[in-house]
């Protein structure tokens, strides 16, 4: 077992660098130009995208907030269409201005309940007053949910929100999947059950699976015919982007190994539990995130005193601070942590 690194960085899994391995296919990826589809390792990596997915084909695109903002320009060319998401969203915290400057949409946030699912009440009155003025709108749900816990959406939360969204008047389903994978992981299920009840899909290969760069676009060939002309108009459109799509086609190969970090995440969670006066969420279906806070603690003060003690994360609302867990955490870093836990918590 490797020692602990003298900074524990737990700001977030897309922290993680290229290993031996990938950046061995880094190097010897055969590339052609994807710019004109005839790149080998993206086609490659698009049709295993797509297969995993269960979506009839796939797009490499550069991140996730493209891959999201081409999804609903897809979806939603129509200025003025509605794009409900969960108040909480990536999408809707970090995406939301390129989302109306770009896709030109109204943002419809939606409250979001402890497990990270938008009310289903709140979703269908929402759904309901689009469908009133007769605007197209879009529903874009998150799994696993960054900021409320990690939590994994079930399928049966998953399918009852689409189901609910499309009764009342929606057209289209997103699913922003950065951590789809985590989720799988978590509930034992494949992707694609997941993915399911979306019309398209959002996954990450930057995050826990560890490429360097890049998230796939699954949905029906034609949605993704004209992401891939969006994605040529927003300057996403990479040439010799084999090299990149070969590493991350070593990540799809270890999804399954996403299950050490969620034991992990677990065991961090309870070293943090047994500090005195910590509070440590305990969401539905845990993945590969930790949330805590400690009592008259902001959550600034929290990373700032964590810092001070060499353990870097995020801060949130409500005093919470987000531990994200990846691979390249040992086992050796969960006493390191909560010691420095106590230490914040003593001031």
């Not at 997915?53 to 797009?59: I, M």
């Not at 309940?113 to 003025?133: F, M, N, S, W």
């Not at 197209?136 to 959406?153: D, F, I, K, R, W």
């Not at 919470?320 to 086992?331: A, G, L, Q, T």
């Amino acid at each position: 077992m490797s020692a602990v690194p003298v900074l524990l960085d737990f700001r977030s899994d897309t922290r993680t660098a290229p290993d031996a391995a990938m950046r061995a296919a880094l190097a010897g990826a055969e590339v052609g130009d994807d710019a004109y589809g005839d790149d080998p390792c993206v086609l490659r990596l698009e049709e295993a995208g797509a297969r995993l997915l269960g979506k009839e084909a796939a797009l490499f695109l550069p991140s996730s907030t493209m891959t999201n903002l081409v999804a609903v320009l897809a979806a939603a060319p129509h200025p003025g269409t509605r794009l409900l998401t969960g108040a909480h969203t990536h999408v809707a915290r970090f995406e939301d201005a390129g989302m109306r400057r770009f896709a030109r949409v109204e943002m419809v946030p939606l409250a979001q309940g402890d497990d990270g699912a938008p009310g289903p009440d709140a979703l269908v009155a929402a759904v309901r007053e689009g469908a009133r003025d007769g605007r197209p709108q879009v529903l874009s749900l998150e799994n696993t949910c960054m900021l409320h816990t990690g939590n994994a959406l079930d399928l049966a939360a998953l399918d009852r929100l689409a189901g609910l969204a499309r009764e009342h008047g929606a057209g289209h389903v997103h699913l922003d999947g950065a951590r789809l994978a985590n989720a799988a992981v978590a509930l034992g299920l494949p992707v694609e059950k997941l993915a399911a009840p979306a019309d398209s899909v959002t996954f990450c290969l930057a995050k826990g699976l560890g490429a360097p760069v890049g998230s796939l676009l699954g949905a029906d060939a034609s949605f993704v015919d004209r992401a891939r002309e969006l994605r040529l108009q927003l300057g996403g459109t990479m040439h010799q982007s084999g090299v990149l799509a070969a590493a991350a086609l070593e990540g799809l190969a270890r999804l399954d190994r996403l299950a050490d970090d969620h034991a992990l995440a677990a065991a961090l969670a309870r070293a943090l539990a047994s500090v005195p006066g910590a509070e440590v969420a305990e969401p539905p279906h845990r993945t590969n995130i930790v949330t805590v806070r400690l009592p008259g603690v902001d959550a600034a003060e929290l990373r700032h005193r964590l810092a001070e003690r060499e353990v870097l994360v995020l801060p949130l609302d409500h005093g919470w601070v987000r531990f994200v867990v990846h691979r390249e955490h040992r086992d050796a870093a969960v006493p390191v942590v909560a010691r420095a836990l106590a230490g914040a918590a003593g001031g």
